[in-house]
């Protein structure tokens, strides 16, 4: 029973992981040089969350940094909700990435700050509760996190056993924490499927726990990106887009009015592989390229790579796709490979060193 659990729990926060393989499985024709990154998205799977299952998990990070070049990694908990067994929070593995400074860096709240948000969705939020959300997000910059992640105001439940997230993009908790974010000049990687039109929910999509009819967000997501100028939002997943809104076109507009706004990108085909940078054959789409290059310091890597420990048994949607990463991580080279030199370099190193204020 025991590992039924694990893989009922490895299945509950995958991101989006769900839909590299069938796109992602040609192999890369072109660009085979080595190259340098930062991949400020990671989650670990530590199964029954001691500090030593962390460990274990952790090698097998550094394992992938050494075999990739992968010069470090932004880790953090996934966007949770209340009540889920293997819940976790940052400081499950904040100690055991300490002990590796100069190739780690974490995020809190997606155990902590998300879940609360989450159970907020549609009351009223108390004095009480605002405190207790600030009294939170300001304890995890203390212990050393870089900012918050990863928080959710929309994620798809995309594989079974997955929840279905939806809150106000501009609800007041969400507000609160840009504010926290600006005033400490710390970051928010930000889960947010887009809507920018009332659709039907796709067939690929079980409803429930999905909506039959989603409702747009865009608008709310604006009224945050404004909220706070000095909070810094990277949208995770840039690339990776699920209904099919996430325009080149989209993500140029928003750029252009939101100074405040990044995107990671994740370099494995979503369920609108349309708006992937890459195309079948592994080349850079030229309206890509062209936007990475009108937008050359608002791009960051987040490979959204899941990191298992061995003592995680069993098979299970987790194990899957943690499988996967290696194809994401040889994608991200052959991406990073093919732009003009000076952009693949601020992509993959100078944009994350410095929004992220990561050490050498
Ligand atoms: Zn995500
Ligand atoms: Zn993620």
Redesign the pocket.
């Known amino acids: 029973m025991k590992h039924i659990g694990f893989t009922v729990v490895l299945g509950l926060w995958l991101?989006?992981f769900a839909m590299f393989a069938t796109q992602g499985a040609s192999q890369p024709t072109q660009a085979t040089g080595r190259v340098e990154w930062i991949d400020i998205?990671v989650h670990l799977v530590g199964g029954r969350g001691s500090l030593q299952d962390y460990q274990a998990a952790i090698r097998g990070a550094l394992g992938a940094m050494e075999e990739s070049g992968i010069r470090k990694m932004v880790v953090m908990p996934?966007?949770q909700i209340y009540g889920n067994p293997g819940n976790h929070e940052y400081d499950s593995f904040a100690e055991v990435l300490k002990r590796y400074p100069t190739r780690f860096a974490f995020l809190g709240g997606g155990g902590s700050l998300n879940p609360m948000l989450q159970a907020a969705n549609g009351t009223e939020v108390s004095n009480d509760l605002r405190r207790e959300f600030e009294d939170k997000a300001n304890e995890i910059l203390q212990r050393g996190a870089l900012g918050f992640g990863?928080i959710?105001a929309h994620?798809l439940s995309h594989v079974p056993g997955h929840p279905y997230e939806s809150v106000a993009a501009d609800h007041p908790l969400l507000l609160l924490l840009v504010d926290i974010a600006g005033r400490n000049n710390a970051l928010i990687?930000f889960?947010f499927d887009l809507v920018t039109e009332e659709m039907k929910a796709p067939e690929w999509l079980s409803s429930p726990p999905n909506p039959r009819l989603f409702r747009p967000n865009l608008a709310a997501f604006e009224r945050l990106l404004e909220h706070n100028r000095k909070a810094k939002i990277v949208w995770?997943?840039a690339g990776s887009d699920m209904l099919g809104n996430w325009t080149i076109e989209l993500s140029r507009r928003l750029l252009v009015r939101h100074p405040n706004l990044y995107m990671s990108l994740r370099l494995a085909p979503g369920r609108a592989p349309q708006n992937h940078p890459l195309s079948r054959d592994n080349e850079i789409r030229p309206g890509w390229l062209q936007l990475l290059r009108d937008f050359p310091d608002r791009f960051v890597i987040g490979g959204?790579q899941f990191f298992v420990s061995p003592s995680v048994r069993g098979g299970g949607p987790g194990v899957e796709f943690s499988q996967r990463a290696p194809m994401n991580r040889e994608r991200t080279r052959v991406f990073l490979a093919a732009l003009p030199a000076d952009l693949s370099r601020k992509i993959a190193l100078e944009n994350a060193i410095r929004l992220y204020r990561l050490k050498d």
């Open positions: 991101c989006g998205h996934p966007p990863e959710t994620h990687d889960h995770a997943h959204d």
